[in-house]
């Protein structure tokens, strides 16, 4: 565990000071009627159309949604996968309440005959059915004598009677949507009526950015004639410097050289017995376990290790050691390390390949073999006839016709030590040289072997020590992020960037940040750094260092951002590029006016392209990109034809209308009518969902309480 966290466990002084502080903090808490962030207290985690989420019932199923999901999500992820499970239960809750949809028991029985739940053997009969009056008898019984069981079972039930009435909503709505033949009919233009056109593209990169004023005015009149495309939620900007709890040059150094003190043998006085005694080291213990017990991150591994199982960054040095031979100290991640020949196995690990020749009645055999043992030795001997001729790539022969699983990598089996294959083929493998190809019989079936490739295996015995930050690297981390936070705390607001400037701290600003994020770029999940940033006593310039796992962080709230409208200056990054393009738009209209395709192609420097088989439903146009106005426009046209100058997503277009292909005729469009019906159905859980969430009065509470 690193020093640091040592630090904050064990003393004693400051878990009193902290304890203080907070006990100072909760009854002023108390007093005041203040919940820790600042807001007031409340039971309330949200409110959808003026119905409560109480936090009472929302915190048991958080818990219970902790448990079914463990470690997969942190807090926070879990906090907002309850909250909009809840508030969608309750938007369509407050609909089935509206429209007087409800579930029967008996309709519960029928809806649970479709579901995982029917194949419990607790419901099901001595056939193994779902069985009804089963079902029934067993809920009974579990209320009598098994009540933990049958309270499990009663929040199972809400769940299943929830989907019940999703179902039913849901269905009558999809009962509704459908699409007429005509709708069939006019997709399948949309998708088959084509054109071939030919086109000029002035490019509205062909005028620099730079040469386009954009006033603050212009910014401001965009976003207020489309207020409804530029809103933005709470949010806030902060910058921070972190001081990373991580191990000095004097650290590492440090630990090398008390790894290659263990390395030999010291003297130690025995003053008991008025001697001196001799301390064997690494290099020539007797005991290597006991002194790795002792002196070692790592303890001793007996196994065989071949070369890539071995710290890439000294397996070439390790692996050329005799036995007794040691390598380091070497830099391993966050290690020093000193590595000991203890043994070494000649060919200790063998990579081959192989064909297998299955038969019904093998081991593991596939269902669909049907060949007898006879008959697949037979084709087994014409396979290794065939792998021995000079000409034949084994790897092919084994994937057309090998039965085992390694086929698709033609028969690859990777590197493999002594007693780990069936004996039979082990002892080819081990007592056969490299590019040996021979035939055997096992359990599970015939084996054509083709040994590709051995490798010595090395029992190593490793000492390791971890580098990790001193009491004196701790100590300066923490000196060094205190007066930094002093010196911008005394500063103006606006000197935070200067002052790291001058001892060389990095400051890394994180923008937009919402009120339930958690992930902090460069800081990784703290909520707590989020929590303060919404506090409504936190004010724009404000600091604070933040105690974290790893080190400090010293924050600064920069700016606060309002629910509504976005402001000119929050929305000109937006912007700014939509009305570039329509100033470049309107000057390349204006100096082409009236010109032919071949002078407007001419004064801009561009040629006249062609696109073939252009459809709307698609409409792409070959290296220019999505263009729908365009091609829009180009369907509109009588062949021959050309348009004037139009506003594409990428240039300025002219069209000419070669011709226009109209999809065959078809006696009828049900397939279409019943394919867009399909899919209209197949949004309607979404949509309706969608719909009833952005029209509802949705009051979100959950930063009050995490």
Known sequence: ????????????????????ALFAFVISGIFTGSDFSGGKISSIVAEVNGEAIGREDFTRKLELAQQQFGQNFSATQLVNRVYDQEVRNTLLNQEFERLGIDVESDQIVDFIKNTGYAQDPSFQNENGVFDAEVFKTTIADWRETQPLLYDNWLTIEKSIIQSAKEQIYFNLIKSGVGATLAEGEFDYQLANDKVDLAYVRVPYTSIADSSI????????????????????????????????????????????????????????????????????????TKDMAAFLDRNSDEKLD??????????????????????????????????????????????????????????????????????????????????????????TEFSVLARDNSDGPSAPRGGDLGYFQEGVMADEFNDFCFNNPVDAIGLVETEFGFHIIKVDDKQDVVQVATLAREVEPSEETVNTLFTDATQFEMKVSDADANAFDDIAKESDYTVRPVNKIAEMDENLPGLSAQRNIVQWAF????????????????????????????????????????????????????????????????????DNNVTVSTASAVTIKSPTIPGAGREPYVVGKAFSLAEGATSGLLEGESGVYMVKLNKKNQGVKLPNFSTFAQTLSTQNQNSVNSGVYNALKEGAEIEDNRATFY
Do not use: C, W
């Not at 565990?1 to 203080?20: D, H, P, Q, Y």
């Not at 030999?264 to 080291?281: H, K, P, Q, S």
């Open 1 to 20: 565990m690193a020093i640091l966290e040592n630090i904050r466990k064990r003393t004693t002084v400051l878990i009193l000071i902290i304890g203080l």
């Open 213 to 284: 004023q954009v006033s603050k005015s212009e910014i401001a009149d965009y976003v207020k004639q489309h207020q409804n495309e530029y809103k933005q939620e709470k949010a806030r900007d902060i910058r921070f410097v972190f001081f990373e709890e991580k191990p000095s040059t004097a650290d590492e150094t440090a630990v090398k050289e008390a790894v290659t003190a263990l390395m030999g043998d010291t003297v130690e006085f025995n003053e008991a017995a008025n001697t001196t005694d001799t301390i064997a080291g690494f290099k020539t």
């Open 302 to 391: 007996t196994i065989y290790k071949a070369k890539r199982d071995l710290p890439a960054v000294a397996a070439d040095q390790i692996m050329a050691l005799a036995v007794g031979e040691t390598y380091g100290p070497y830099k391993d991640g966050s290690s020093y390390k000193v590595t000991k020949m203890m043994d070494r196995k000649s060919n200790g690990t063998v990579k081959a390949s192989h064909i297998l020749i299955a038969y019904e009645g093998a081991t593991r055999a596939n269902s669909s073999i049907k060949r007898t043992k006879e008959e697949a030795e037979v084709e087994a001997k014409r396979l290794l006839t065939e792998a021995k001729k000079a000409d």
């Open 535 to 602: 506090n409504e006593e936190t004010s724009v310039g404000d600091i604070k260092r933040f105690d974290l796992a790893s080190g400090y962080a010293v924050v600064q709230l920069t700016k606060k951002y309002k629910e509504g409208p976005m402001s000119a200056e929050d929305a000109s990054a937006l912007v700014l590029p939509k009305i570039r393009k329509e100033k470049k738009a309107a000057q390349i209209i204006a100096n082409n006016k009236g010109k032919t395709m071949d002078a407007f192609a001419k």
